[in-house]
């Protein structure tokens, strides 16, 4: 059973930056596509970005291409997510999340899920 904990969230100013990570335990997150979805106060929970289990290829949701980037590294069992340019409409819990075989935005395809962090944005 793998358990995922975020971390890296708070208070940011727009225009800052922040950075994720997602720790793996319980197993090797290294045959796993890794997510990263966020939920906004009363909003449904949306994609934001994938990778594969080795790191080459990657997705994004069109509202963050170009700002966040996702990265891993296996050794350390740990995901990462770089955001940049941060908008008021970025304010979220940002979860991370596993799937065996797969990386993208269906979150059925999931298999584990982290707890969140909290990321919030002031204008």
């Known amino acids: 059973q793998v358990q995922l904990v975020e971390s890296g969230g708070g208070l940011v100013q727009a225009g800052g930056s922040l950075r994720l990570s997602c720790a793996a335990s319980?197993?090797?997150?290294?045959?796993?596509?890794m997510g990263w979805f966020r939920q906004a106060p009363g909003k449904e929970r949306e994609f934001v970005t994938a990778?594969?289990?080795?790191?080459?290829?990657?997705r994004y949701a069109d509202s963050v291409k170009g700002r966040f980037t996702i990265s891993r590294d296996n050794a350390k069992n740990t995901v990462y997510l770089q955001m940049g340019s941060l908008k008021p409409e970025d304010t979220a819990v940002y979860y991370c999340?596993?799937?065996?075989?797969?990386?993208?935005?269906?979150?059925?395809?999931?298999?584990?899920w982290g707890q969140g962090t909290q990321v919030t944005v002031s204008s």
């Open positions: 990778i594969t289990s080795s790191g080459g290829s990657t």
């Open positions: 999340a596993a799937a065996r075989g797969y990386y993208g935005s269906s979150q059925g395809q999931y298999n584990y």
């Open positions: 319980g197993g090797t997150i290294s045959s796993y596509g």
